[in-house]
């Protein structure tokens, strides 16, 4: 019964819309302003049958029945459906684009383990040179392996025993063999 | 993918439409020959419960006079008669256009009278170039 309410419905509202046309095609305005007052009324009429209708299914699907424990099998028809996993992998969708963006992400990992390789190697080559050039630099200003300073007896002994005048320099007066 | 060419397709075909009923309606002044007429025909019917044959003539005059300001032109005087019980006969000067007479037509036949209805019978311009030189009745 419901179905043919809306059945009826749907066919006067077709109706009514085309017969204002063809009111307007034959010049008659006031039958064309009567049929159109009808399509908007039907139209009006058939949108908040929609809109009341979907609040209906809504409401219906939020309100529970209180005190009543659904059956098992109504709990597993209830259940939302698992979706196949990996969908974009069927061998229909192969074609379409949105193969692309698993694939796009896949190479960028792929790349990304490739360039922290890159890296890695190239910090350690890097490292073993590096390190063998500024030993290299620092054997140059290295400290003498003798002593700047003599010791207490060698300078009794040898008050200017070192002829590089800037040790002497270093030494102070009793090295450089001035007055004390 | 296919609604959106669904939905074009239907607007393709609403533009179309309005533009075919934009070329029908649209009214173009056309010349109407010297000494053309238009004769008419119709058939009134009137839903009275009281005496219909009474006011039909009444009420078919006056549809008639509504109408045909609305073509410009005017009743030939004393061409509107009855020619059988509820049939009615009359002449317009000057000659209606094609689009004058889908008019003329639109605003005999439509509602536009409460309890009349008018279904024409015969609508025709008829010009010098014709050969017909009725009088007027």
Known sequence: ?180 | MRRPLAWLALAAVVGVGVLLLRAELMTVELETPEGSFTDVVVAAEVKQEDDPDAVREEMTRGLVSTCRLLVNADVVAESFRAVEPGVFAFRLRPGLDEFDVRELRGCLSDARVQHLLVDVLHLQTVTSADGVDAPDR
């Open chain 1, 1 to 180: 019964m419901k179905k043919l309410s809306w059945l009826l419905a749907v066919v006067t509202l077709l109706a009514s819309g085309g017969y204002v046309l063809v009111y307007v095609y034959r010049w008659e305005w006031h039958r064309a302003q009567l049929v159109g007052i009808l399509f908007l009324a039907l139209l009006v009429g058939l949108s908040a049958a929609l809109v009341l209708r979907r609040l209906g299914q809504l409401e219906g699907t939020r309100r529970q029945p209180a005190g009543r424990v659904p059956e098992p099998l109504q709990r597993l028809r209830a259940a939302p459906v698992e979706s196949p996993p990996f969908r974009w992998l069927r061998p229909e969708d192969l074609d379409r684009t949105h193969i692309f963006i698993p694939v796009l992400l896949g190479g960028g990992v792929l790349v990304s383990g490739i360039a922290w390789l890159v890296e890695r190697l190239a910090g350690a080559s890097a490292r073993a040179g590096v390190e063998e050039e500024l030993a290299a630099s620092l054997r140059d200003i290295a400290f003498p392996g003798e002593p700047l300073v003599p010791s207490r007896a060698e300078a009794l002994a040898a008050p200017a025993t070192t002829s590089d005048p800037a040790v002497r320099l270093l030494l102070g007066p009793p090295a450089a063999g001035g007055p004390r």
